[in-house]
């Protein structure tokens, strides 16, 4: 069983910055791509940032420049870093890691969800 941790979310000034962090725990070999993924009220959930193991990244175009997706390997946790928020930023922003269990099955796990309001 793998369990994903977020913390970080809140509510900001447009112009402002949050940090959210993904903590992952339980039964874990290895993780693979770990990414964050955001809803707003009434659109669908749409992939914010991404990252391999190696460090590779990708970005949706509507953050590239404000946004930062980090991970530290040895604590299989992931960050991202928001500059410049502005309020269509506003969503449940979620973690999503891909997981190679120690019975080497590969599993997508999914956080609770945080919620980050940009709004003066």
């Known amino acids: 069983q793998v369990q994903l941790v977020e913390s970080g979310g809140g509510l900001v000034q447009p112009g402002g910055s949050l940090r959210l962090s993904c903590a992952a725990s339980?039964?874990?070999?290895?993780?693979?791509?770990m990414g964050w993924y955001r809803q707003a009220p009434g659109k669908q959930r749409e992939l914010v940032a991404a990252i391999t193991s190696g460090g590779s990244t990708n970005y949706a175009d509507s953050v590239k420049g404000r946004f930062t997706i980090s991970r530290d390997n040895a604590k299989n946790t992931v960050y991202l870093q928001m500059n410049s928020l502005k309020p269509e930023d506003t969503a449940v922003y979620s973690c999503?890691?891909?997981?190679?269990?120690?019975?080497?099955?590969?599993?997508?796990?999914w956080g609770q969800g945080t919620q980050v309001t940009v709004s003066s």
């Open positions: 999503n890691a891909e997981v190679v269990n120690t019975a080497r099955a590969i599993l997508s796990a």
């Open positions: 339980g039964s874990i070999f290895s993780i693979r791509t």
